[in-house]
Protein backbone atom coordinates (compact mmCIF):
# COMPACT_ATOMS: atom_id res chain seq x y z
CA UNK A 1 0.00 0.00 0.00
CA UNK A 2 0.89 3.51 -1.28
CA UNK A 3 0.67 6.16 1.43
CA UNK A 4 1.10 9.56 0.43
CA UNK A 5 1.87 12.60 2.74
CA UNK A 6 2.67 16.30 2.19
CA UNK A 7 5.78 16.60 3.51
CA UNK A 8 8.93 14.70 4.96
CA UNK A 9 8.28 15.48 9.00
CA UNK A 10 4.68 14.01 8.16
CA UNK A 11 6.30 10.69 6.74
CA UNK A 12 8.96 10.33 9.66
CA UNK A 13 6.09 11.33 12.23
CA UNK A 14 4.45 8.12 10.83
CA UNK A 15 7.25 5.88 10.95
CA UNK A 16 8.26 6.78 14.10
CA UNK A 17 4.57 5.59 15.37
CA UNK A 18 4.61 2.46 13.57
CA UNK A 19 8.58 1.75 15.15
CA UNK A 20 6.74 2.38 18.66
CA UNK A 21 3.37 0.56 17.58
CA UNK A 22 5.23 -2.39 16.42
CA UNK A 23 8.19 -2.33 19.33
CA UNK A 24 5.39 -2.25 21.83
CA UNK A 25 2.94 -5.13 20.28
CA UNK A 26 6.13 -7.73 19.72
CA UNK A 27 7.56 -6.88 23.35
CA UNK A 28 3.93 -7.45 24.37
CA UNK A 29 3.31 -10.61 22.51
CA UNK A 30 7.17 -12.55 23.21
CA UNK A 31 9.12 -10.30 24.87
CA UNK A 32 11.55 -8.84 22.34
CA UNK A 33 11.41 -6.85 18.91
CA UNK A 34 13.35 -7.36 16.25
CA UNK A 35 13.96 -4.12 13.87
CA UNK A 36 15.84 -3.95 10.65
CA UNK A 37 17.35 -0.10 10.19
CA UNK A 38 17.99 1.04 6.38
CA UNK A 39 20.69 3.06 5.49
CA UNK A 40 20.63 6.41 3.06
CA UNK A 41 20.23 9.49 4.49
CA UNK A 42 15.94 9.08 4.26
CA UNK A 43 15.71 7.71 7.45
CA UNK A 44 17.68 10.54 9.64
CA UNK A 45 14.89 12.17 10.61
CA UNK A 46 13.08 8.97 11.81
CA UNK A 47 15.90 8.10 14.33
CA UNK A 48 15.86 11.66 15.88
CA UNK A 49 12.73 11.48 16.37
CA UNK A 50 12.91 7.93 18.03
CA UNK A 51 15.41 9.50 19.91
CA UNK A 52 13.87 12.44 21.44
CA UNK A 53 12.38 12.26 24.84
CA UNK A 54 8.62 12.45 23.44
CA UNK A 55 9.21 8.42 21.70
CA UNK A 56 11.95 6.92 22.96
CA UNK A 57 10.67 6.33 26.58
CA UNK A 58 7.59 4.52 25.17
CA UNK A 59 9.77 1.95 24.37
CA UNK A 60 11.73 -0.77 27.05
CA UNK A 61 14.77 -0.34 24.84
CA UNK A 62 16.59 -3.44 26.80
CA UNK A 63 14.22 -5.78 24.56
CA UNK A 64 15.40 -4.18 21.02
CA UNK A 65 17.32 -5.88 19.07
CA UNK A 66 18.71 -3.92 16.30
CA UNK A 67 19.98 -5.30 12.59
CA UNK A 68 20.43 -3.52 9.48
CA UNK A 69 19.56 -3.55 5.87
CA UNK A 70 22.40 -3.29 4.31
CA UNK A 71 25.83 -1.89 4.38
CA UNK A 72 28.82 -0.29 2.98
CA UNK A 73 31.66 -2.24 3.50
CA UNK A 74 33.64 0.21 5.38
CA UNK A 75 34.67 0.73 9.08
CA UNK A 76 32.18 2.42 11.63
CA UNK A 77 34.10 5.51 11.77
CA UNK A 78 33.41 6.38 8.05
CA UNK A 79 30.91 8.86 6.93
CA UNK A 80 29.92 6.20 4.11
CA UNK A 81 28.98 3.97 6.83
CA UNK A 82 25.10 3.69 7.94
CA UNK A 83 26.00 1.95 11.05
CA UNK A 84 27.79 5.22 11.75
CA UNK A 85 24.64 7.42 11.11
CA UNK A 86 22.18 5.37 13.01
CA UNK A 87 24.45 5.86 16.27
CA UNK A 88 24.81 9.01 15.68
CA UNK A 89 21.12 9.90 15.26
CA UNK A 90 19.67 7.30 17.69
CA UNK A 91 21.14 4.24 19.22
CA UNK A 92 23.64 6.79 21.14
CA UNK A 93 21.05 8.34 22.39
CA UNK A 94 18.79 5.08 23.60
CA UNK A 95 19.34 2.61 26.50
CA UNK A 96 19.50 -0.38 24.59
CA UNK A 97 22.70 -2.97 25.09
CA UNK A 98 25.52 -2.92 23.08
CA UNK A 99 25.11 -6.78 22.58
CA UNK A 100 21.40 -6.23 20.89
CA UNK A 101 23.50 -4.32 18.39
CA UNK A 102 24.11 -6.11 14.89
CA UNK A 103 26.27 -3.96 13.36
CA UNK A 104 26.62 -5.21 9.20
CA UNK A 105 31.05 -4.83 9.28
CA UNK A 106 33.77 -6.07 11.43
CA UNK A 107 37.26 -5.64 11.07
CA UNK A 108 39.86 -8.25 9.88
CA UNK A 109 37.14 -10.53 8.26
CA UNK A 110 35.83 -10.56 4.47
CA UNK A 111 32.49 -9.59 3.84
CA UNK A 112 31.92 -12.96 2.30
CA UNK A 113 32.94 -14.42 5.50
CA UNK A 114 30.71 -11.48 7.58
CA UNK A 115 27.71 -12.04 5.68
CA UNK A 116 27.96 -16.06 7.07
CA UNK A 117 28.45 -14.89 10.79
CA UNK A 118 25.49 -12.39 10.16
CA UNK A 119 23.07 -14.41 8.77
CA UNK A 120 23.90 -17.09 12.34
CA UNK A 121 23.68 -13.91 14.12
CA UNK A 122 20.34 -13.50 12.73
CA UNK A 123 19.49 -17.27 13.53
CA UNK A 124 20.01 -17.14 16.68
CA UNK A 125 17.95 -14.00 17.79
CA UNK A 126 15.27 -14.52 15.31
CA UNK A 127 15.16 -18.44 14.91
CA UNK A 128 15.21 -20.25 12.08
CA UNK A 129 11.71 -18.77 10.85
CA UNK A 130 13.72 -15.61 10.22
CA UNK A 131 10.72 -13.17 10.86
CA UNK A 132 11.71 -9.78 11.83
CA UNK A 133 9.18 -7.71 13.62
CA UNK A 134 10.01 -4.19 11.30
CA UNK A 135 12.16 -3.69 8.42
CA UNK A 136 12.76 -0.23 7.39
CA UNK A 137 13.95 0.60 3.55
CA UNK A 138 15.02 2.98 1.50
CA UNK A 139 14.87 3.09 -2.01
CA UNK A 140 17.12 4.25 -4.65
CA UNK A 141 16.23 6.55 -7.62
CA UNK A 142 17.19 3.88 -9.44
CA UNK A 143 14.92 1.19 -7.84
CA UNK A 144 17.10 -0.36 -5.63
CA UNK A 145 16.51 -1.16 -1.84
CA UNK A 146 18.90 -2.49 0.74
CA UNK A 147 21.65 -3.25 -1.68
CA UNK A 148 19.71 -4.95 -3.71
CA UNK A 149 20.97 -3.52 -7.08
CA UNK A 150 19.76 -3.50 -10.73
CA UNK A 151 21.27 -6.07 -12.98
CA UNK A 152 23.65 -7.94 -9.62
CA UNK A 153 23.58 -11.85 -9.03
CA UNK A 154 22.19 -10.61 -5.52
CA UNK A 155 18.81 -10.51 -6.81
CA UNK A 156 18.81 -13.96 -8.06
CA UNK A 157 19.50 -14.86 -4.26
CA UNK A 158 16.83 -17.74 -3.00
CA UNK A 159 18.79 -19.66 0.03
CA UNK A 160 21.41 -17.28 1.73
CA UNK A 161 19.22 -14.88 4.01
CA UNK A 162 22.73 -12.43 3.65
CA UNK A 163 24.84 -11.94 0.96
CA UNK A 164 28.10 -9.71 -0.28
CA UNK A 165 29.51 -9.11 -2.85
CA UNK A 166 31.25 -6.33 -4.75
CA UNK A 167 29.72 -3.19 -6.51
CA UNK A 168 31.78 -2.48 -9.26
CA UNK A 169 29.86 0.48 -10.32
CA UNK A 170 30.89 2.21 -6.61
CA UNK A 171 34.08 0.37 -6.62
CA UNK A 172 33.12 -1.26 -2.82
CA UNK A 173 31.66 -3.91 -0.89
CA UNK A 174 28.39 -4.31 -0.13
CA UNK A 175 26.76 -7.02 2.25
CA UNK A 176 23.11 -6.89 2.27
CA UNK A 177 19.45 -8.79 3.47
CA UNK A 178 18.25 -11.00 0.27
CA UNK A 179 15.23 -10.51 -0.57
CA UNK A 180 13.64 -13.93 0.62
CA UNK A 181 14.62 -12.85 4.02
CA UNK A 182 13.21 -9.50 3.74
CA UNK A 183 10.14 -11.28 2.64
CA UNK A 184 9.78 -12.96 5.81
CA UNK A 185 8.70 -9.90 8.11
CA UNK A 186 6.04 -9.09 9.71
CA UNK A 187 6.12 -5.50 8.59
CA UNK A 188 8.17 -3.79 6.08
CA UNK A 189 7.93 0.32 5.27
CA UNK A 190 9.77 1.85 2.93
CA UNK A 191 10.62 5.67 3.05
CA UNK A 192 10.90 7.34 0.00
CA UNK A 193 10.38 11.31 -1.09
CA UNK A 194 11.62 13.98 -3.05
CA UNK A 195 11.64 15.11 -6.85
CA UNK A 196 14.74 12.12 -7.71
CA UNK A 197 12.31 9.01 -6.60
CA UNK A 198 9.18 9.82 -9.11
CA UNK A 199 10.48 7.78 -11.90
CA UNK A 200 11.22 4.56 -9.53
CA UNK A 201 8.50 4.78 -7.29
CA UNK A 202 5.92 4.86 -10.41
CA UNK A 203 7.63 1.96 -12.02
CA UNK A 204 8.05 -0.57 -8.88
CA UNK A 205 4.60 0.47 -7.90
CA UNK A 206 2.21 0.25 -11.42
CA UNK A 207 4.77 -0.44 -13.90
CA UNK A 208 5.69 -4.12 -15.58
CA UNK A 209 6.87 -6.40 -13.25
CA UNK A 210 10.90 -6.25 -14.05
CA UNK A 211 13.24 -6.26 -10.63
CA UNK A 212 16.23 -6.84 -12.86
CA UNK A 213 15.67 -3.63 -13.21
CA UNK A 214 14.04 -2.40 -10.49
CA UNK A 215 14.79 -4.53 -7.77
CA UNK A 216 12.54 -3.14 -4.93
CA UNK A 217 9.90 -4.72 -6.94
CA UNK A 218 10.90 -7.99 -5.71
CA UNK A 219 10.26 -6.70 -2.26
CA UNK A 220 6.71 -9.03 -1.49
CA UNK A 221 5.97 -9.95 1.88
CA UNK A 222 4.79 -13.84 1.85
CA UNK A 223 2.58 -12.71 4.80
CA UNK A 224 3.81 -9.37 5.98
CA UNK A 225 2.62 -6.26 5.39
CA UNK A 226 4.30 -3.65 2.61
CA UNK A 227 4.00 -0.21 3.62
CA UNK A 228 5.57 2.94 1.00
CA UNK A 229 5.47 6.13 3.05
CA UNK A 230 5.73 8.83 0.55
CA UNK A 231 5.68 12.35 -0.04
CA UNK A 232 3.40 13.90 -3.00
CA UNK A 233 6.29 14.87 -4.59
CA UNK A 234 7.74 11.71 -5.16
CA UNK A 235 3.90 10.19 -5.67
CA UNK A 236 4.49 13.14 -9.05
CA UNK A 237 1.33 14.84 -7.31
CA UNK A 238 3.29 18.50 -7.28
O1 LIG B 1 23.21 2.02 2.21
C1 LIG B 1 22.47 2.30 1.30
O2 LIG B 1 22.85 2.91 0.28
C2 LIG B 1 21.07 1.90 1.40
O3 LIG B 1 20.59 1.33 2.49
C3 LIG B 1 20.18 2.14 0.24
O4 LIG B 1 19.40 1.08 -0.15
C4 LIG B 1 19.37 3.39 0.48
O5 LIG B 1 18.31 3.13 1.34
C5 LIG B 1 18.87 3.97 -0.81
O6 LIG B 1 19.97 4.19 -1.65
C6 LIG B 1 18.12 5.27 -0.61
O7 LIG B 1 19.02 6.22 -0.16
P1 LIG B 1 18.57 7.66 0.29
O8 LIG B 1 17.73 7.49 1.50
O9 LIG B 1 19.85 8.38 0.59
O10 LIG B 1 17.81 8.23 -0.86
Redesign the pocket.
Known sequence: MVQIYNNTDEINIEAANLFIESAQKAITAKGKFTAVL??????AGIYKLLASDAYKNKIEWSKVFIFW????WVPLNDDLS?AKMSYSTLLSHVPIPQENIFEMYKDGVTPEDYAVEYEKSIRTVLGEEGTFDLIL?????DG????LFPGEAVLQEQTKWVDAYYLAPQKMYRITLTAPLINKAEKIVV??F?E??INALKEVTTGEYNPTLYPMQLIKPLSGELLFLVDKVAAGKN
Open positions: TGGSSPGDERNLGMGDHTASVAGKK
